[in-house]
């Protein structure tokens, strides 16, 4: 899909308020719909007029005019995406007029966007394609004065979804082809054509570095665990860097504290953190941005064996603290425990985000809409919830109470890894903060957000790609401050 700036194409996309007297263009057509009540303008509401000889006009609906949002653009002009790739439509022409208090640059972005989602799929292992975008060119009608914004935002459009089309692509493979190794090469072969150096380590390199909570999930698999460290310097002149660490369970039996079989069905997507991670990353490669970031991930299967490690057995970590195991299937925040240490210290990270398919009990509490969050640092988290904003990926940030610190303390060890039935996603983030030594962090539980059942808008049926827009967003506006948050 190409976008230009200017009038062309065969379709022309005709903009309506919700119960507009009337419309500049097609309002002879709009005025009958109208009347029948066939066409209201409702926010995503879409009605095709296209004739072999006549007028070739699509009707697309806002909503209430002081109601439209970026993110209500961004649903709106994905159902006209898939409305022109069900007619085939090759070219269309659409003006952007400048919305009340919405940033013309945000508004560009989020009909691109938007566009641009219509056109994804994942339709590697089907025989017949559902989806076959047929979009060529997309004229811009725009401000005069605002061209050169209106290139930026077409551009920076593009670069994110391709982080988040990659993200999505490798969730979606199933975990017969998308081993630990294969997401180790896939990161090396995306990102390192873009100036990131990818470093990976085996499972030798893993225990010379003492990462015993990683290779203890990682030893009930016949695959090689591998520990991936990708670095994007784009300010050389600064030493400030941000660490954005993803959960890399290629599979997730559960181990011993086996799931049952509908369980695992999905659990090729337990790396969706670490895909997120990979995504991001690699759009903010393509835009050069002048941020300093290293990506970390602990890939590993959790599989059943004579060797797998069980309930009851009590662990070590990199950073010495020892923890007992009652859960075997609580696995992801044991190889974040290590991958976290590496990044405060080894990498010396000045901020820590991870993002993790952690939590059941995230999905629990706030469903497939909002990314759970559990911080050491408000201003961080206020960074974040900014980001999230812009993107159109909601975060909600639960308590830290240090009554629920309680709930991990071992009884045999140092911590267990599991806090019990109740406030899990809460207690799961604070086994977490245990391995960040007071470095600024925000856990990310995308549990529920990052894989959907169904199709949501814009959203596909199985992986999302978030958050890899507010990721990419923090990144840009990302600058290491002393919290006076209280």
């Not at 009608?141 to 994110?160: G, M, Q, R």
């Amino acid at each position: 899909m190409n976008f230009n700036l200017g009038k062309g194409g065969e379709v022309k996309i005709i903009l309506v308020f919700k119960e507009a007297e009337k419309i500049e263009d097609g309002n002879e057509l709009y005025t009958y719909l109208k009347k029948k009540e066939l066409f209201k303008g409702n926010s995503s509401e879409v009605y095709s007029h296209i004739s072999y000889s006549g007028d070739k006009i699509l009707l697309l609906g806002l909503g209430e005019e002081e109601k439209v949002t970026t993110d209500s653009l961004r649903k709106a002009f994905f159902k006209v995406g898939k409305e022109l790739i069900k007619l085939k439509v090759t070219s269309v022409e659409v003006s952007v007029p400048k919305f009340k208090d919405l940033c013309y640059k945000n508004t560009i972005q989020a009909i691109t966007e938007g566009l641009l989602q219509s056109e994804y799929s994942f339709e590697k292992y089907l025989s017949e394609k559902k989806t076959i975008p047929t979009v060529e060119d997309v004229f811009l009608n725009v401000l005069e004065d605002k061209k050169d914004k209106v290139l930026e935002a077409i551009n920076e459009s593009k670069l994110l979804m391709e982080g988040v089309f990659l993200a999505r692509n490798l969730v979606n493979e199933p975990a017969i082809n998308m081993t630990p190794e294969v997401l180790a090469n896939s990161a090396k072969d995306e990102l390192e054509k873009l100036g990131v150096k990818v470093e990976i380590y085996g499972k030798e390199e893993i225990k010379k570095l003492g990462m015993e909570a990683f290779l203890a999930v990682a030893e009930g698999s016949e695959k090689e665990p591998q520990f991936i460290v990708m670095s994007y310097k784009g300010d050389p002149t600064s030493d400030k860097k941000l660490a954005l660490v993803g959960k890399g369970l290629t599979y997730d039996s559960g181990g011993y504290s086996i799931k049952s079989s509908s369980g695992m069905e999905t659990m090729h997507s337990d790396m969706a953190g670490a895909a997120s991670v990979i995504g991001t990353l690699k759009s903010v490669a393509m835009a050069g941005l002048k941020k300093n970031v290293v990506a970390i991930v602990a890939a590993c299967e959790n599989m059943i064996s004579g060797g797998a490690y069980k309930p009851g057995d009590i662990i070590g970590s990199m950073s010495g603290k020892t923890i007992e195991v009652l859960n075997t299937d609580a696995e992801g925040r044991l190889t974040l425990a290590d991958a976290l240490w590496y990044a405060v210290k080894v990498v010396k990270a000045d901020g820590v985000i991870d993002v993790a398919t952690l939590t059941g009990a995230c999905m629990v509490a706030l469903g497939s809409i909002n990314t759970g969050a559990v911080t050491n640092n408000e201003c961080l988290m206020n960074d974040i919830k900014a980001a999230s904003e812009i993107a159109g990926e909601p975060v909600w940030q639960l308590p830290s109470n240090d009554e629920y610190k309680e709930l991990i303390k071992g009884t045999f060890a140092d911590l267990k890894n599991t806090g019990g039935r109740w406030a899990g996603a809460i207690t799961a983030g604070l086994f977490l903060e245990e391995f960040v030594d007071n470095t600024p962090w925000v856990h990310l539980d995308i549990a529920g957000t990052s894989y959907l059942s169904s199709d949501k808008d814009y959203l596909p049926k199985g992986a999302t790609g978030v958050p890899v827009k507010t990721l990419y967003y923090l990144i840009k506006g990302f600058e290491p401050k002393k919290c006076e948050c209280k």
